[in-house]
């Protein structure tokens, strides 16, 4: 007997096509028909709870009052309105709070639709940038090894070209320099050769070169490293020195994620530009935005075009910028920083464990981040599975079995989330 979850199953499998995924040999897909609080309720009744934030973007959690309420105000005014020429209340409001909560200096903010658009942004920025000031020589873009940045065709070219997800594509995109990765961990000391190889490139091609482009403290998708916060303090004063601009990539770590508001406060710097997205919006809506100084909006106003190339036809969408709005707001009134210490705490025991495992090559936590690293790549088709089996949702990459939880989750479903990883990490031994 066909159930109403198999049925919607195979229309999926019939005409969708999933992220990362085969059509010829997909994993299982589960499908949801509710969510509320930290749980998923799935087609078959079964509840999970989720470990992974959609991706790192719910940080309220699901279904929150709050945020509906925000949804179904800004509606009964407008749903969307170009902006092009036009403006309203929400993205004027928004643009405020991201100048008044990111680091120093960042006053200008041009709101896109999602990250990956957000660093195309960035990167134009920085072009255009260097245009405007007379030297269209400094076109190339420093990247570090193990980044990631998404994966639209500018995004792609500064992700690591090697290790990354996108190595297929190599020879379409633009080439561009990469250091090696940070290799001290967080919370070692610090060693001045861990930034030789950045400064080497920027000494021999500074002048080709118009930005540096690095995901702060918490390289993400690339392999789920945390590095030295002198890193980014001397990765500050070098772009400083061989005039080079400086591109935070903030899309996972911002709204408290690494245990700072940005991960840039780790180390007291600001950018010359930011990008923010993912926690934007608490998970509701795609929405992102690219921050800049003034010195280089004005730069790029007064020189060669006039004005800046780039216009999403979503660009500030009303209605999520009103939850935006609602969901920064929740935050900042919600006591993150305690929330997100806590996790850090109980992850920090719940994943002990599983350093005795033979077949795990390192267990690290920074903020509401954990990280199971083993030694063989997960098989997709089955370790998904035996999560859902123990009611909990978490998606592994690569080798890397990972938690970045909703800040509302308590000690117990954190227990739950943690010991899941460890019984399955065991098996996979």
Known sequence: MTTASDDLIQRDRASLWHPYSSTVN??????????????LKLADEREVIDGMASWWCAIHGYNNPQLNTALEEQLNDMAHVMFGGLTHRPAVELAEQLVELTPAGLNKVFISDSGSVSVEVALKMAIQ?????????????????QAYHGDTLGAMAVCDPVTGMHTLFNQVLTPHFFADAPGIAFADEWREEDIQSLQDILTEHHQDTAALILEPIVQGAGGMRFYHSEY????????????????ADEIATGFGRSGKLFACDHAGISPD??????????GYMSLAATLATDELSETISAGGEGVFMHGPTFMANPLACS???????????????TKVETIEKALHKGLAPCRELANVVD??????????????AVDMHIVPAEFVRRGVWVRPFGKLVYIMPPYIMDKTDLGTLCQAIFEVVKELD
């Open 26 to 39: 997909s994993p299982m897909v589960y499908p949801v028909i509710s969510a509320s609080g930290v749980r």
């Open 129 to 145: 940038y260097w245009a405007a000031k007379g030297r269209p020589e400094k076109q190339r873009m420093l990247s570090l090894r």
């Open 232 to 247: 980014l303090r001397e990765a500050r004063r070098l772009c400083d020195k061989y005039e080079v601009l400086l591109i």
């Open 273 to 282: 530009i930011m990008c923010v997205g993912k926690a934007l919006t608490g």
């Open 323 to 337: 939850v935006a709005l609602a969901s920064i707001k929740l935050l900042l009134e919600s006591g993150w920083q």
């Open 363 to 376: 267990v690290r936590v920074l903020g509401a981040i954990g990280v199971v690293e083993i030694d063989k």
